[in-house]
Structure formats: structure tokens, C-alpha cells
């Protein structure tokens, strides 16, 4: 299981945290080209952070953390997140959170990729998540001891901040870039849906079906973060074309525009 109080010290001893970071940015699935855009970044692997739990080997999720001026706006970038369908422990999925908590941050954006279900969700659509449902089955809350620092039974309405969408929605609009709006579904994975699944969740109200996002949301909201979360659609939920590589491609192919669209996110959170 992960171990917060191994990894908070071993990073501030190394130096993390001396930016004063105020914005964490954890990059999903094909999100990994942001990490470029750090200046003078200080970065380390997970693997080298004692107390973080071993990323699993999934392919194209190389996991680092770096801190630095992202924009202009002292951050951490997370490059690669722990995902239920790892077998990690629910409580291990908070840890990147609550050291992004621990070393000033009160913002946390949230990126992944998303299979589109609302009709006009198609593959490079960008949606700002305005709400999510939890059919994980995990809560990284839950558990015989609390997560310290955390309020027992966190309030989840609002939780992704109608300002912080709204600034999303106009980064979109600033870069010509169109960001929709919708709720993400989180379930366990790894296999993606049937269509039945996918016709299951349209009927819940889900605009969009992933496979992370959600325990992070939950731990940011548990400590007091502000939270915002913006998916790439990869592919329409339940099709032929759900494939990891082809998640992964699909961000490489579209860095140029998520790159534009947080930028200018940034930019209206100096
Ligand atoms: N389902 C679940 N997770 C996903 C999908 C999907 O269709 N696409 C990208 N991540």
C-alpha cells in the first residue's frame, strides 16, 4: 500500500515543493506530452519515491513527477496515475493527491481519456466534466482509518468548480478549440464496455464512460482542493475501435490542441 508519510518526506528532502507549487496537473492516458512544456523542472520517477506504490508496466504510462513553471504558474505535473484496475489498494489511489495537497497545492486538474456515449461525442472531442458517477465500486476513502487531513464525509456536489469549467470552456474558446461539457462515468475496467453497458450508462445520464479521474476528485474534494477535469474523447464507448494504443494515439495526435487549451487554462489561473 502506499505510504504518505515515506513519500511527503523523501520528496521535500529532495528539494519538491520549493516552487511553491499552487496547481497540480495529473496527465491521463496519451496526456504525457504537457510534461515537456515545464520550465526548469525538477522531476523524479515514481519508482524512485519511496512510500509510491510500483506503477505497473501498462504500456505508454511512463510515470514521473515533476515540478516547475508550468505557464507562468508553479506546478506539479504528474505523468502517469495509479488505476484500480492495477490492483493497487482504493487508499493507494490518493496518494498523489494528498502530496500534491501537502506541498501547497489547492487546484488539482484532472485529464484523462474518455470513450464518448452522448451522440455528439465523437474521437478529439474535448469535454470539461461538470459532474461524474462513481461505478468503480472503490472509494479511496473508505477504510478502517481515515485518510488524515481529510473530512470524514465530503460533500460532492460541485465538486468540479462551475469557475474552473467555465475558464476550461474558455481556453477552448480563446484557442478556437470547442470544450463541451458532460458527466464522466468512472468504471473499474480494464475491459471496456458491451454495448449493453455503454446503453446502461446513457440511460444513468453518463456522457462519458473512463476508467480513472474519479478517486482523485473524491481525495481533492476530501481535503479542501478546488477540482476541474477535462477528458479527450478517444473513441465512441462500446465500438470496435476501444483499444489502449489507440487511446494512446489518439492523445499523441491531438497534443498540439491539449496543449493550446491548458495554456490558455493556465493562463486565467495566475
Ligand atoms: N471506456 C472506458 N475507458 C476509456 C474509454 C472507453 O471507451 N476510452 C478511453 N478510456
Known sequence: ?????????????????GDHPRVALILGSGWGAIEREVHDPLTTRYENIPGFPEPAGTAGHECRLTEGLLWGVPAL???GRYHAYEGHHPRSLAIQVQVAHALGCGTLVLTNAAGGIRDDLQPGDLLAITDHINLMGINPLAGFTRLPGA???PAMGGAYETDLRDKLIDAG????????HGIYAAVLGPSFETPAEVEMLRRLGADAVGMSTVPEAIVARALGMRVCGLSLVTNRAGGGQDSH??????????????????????????
Do not use: C, S, W, Y
Open 245 to 270: 494504443e489507440h487511446t494512446l494515439k489518439a492523445g499523441h495526435d491531438n497534443a498540439p490542441r491539449l496543449v493550446k487549451v491548458l495554456q490558455a487554462l493556465f493562463a486565467g489561473l495566475v
Open 173 to 180: 474558446a480563446q484557442t478556437g478549440e470547442q470544450v463541451k
Open 77 to 79: 505535473v504528474f505523468r
Open 1 to 17: 500500500m502506499a505510504d504518505f508519510d515515506a513519500a511527503i518526506a523523501d520528496l521535500r528532502d529532495t528539494g519538491f515543493g
Open 151 to 153: 473530512k470524514p464525509f
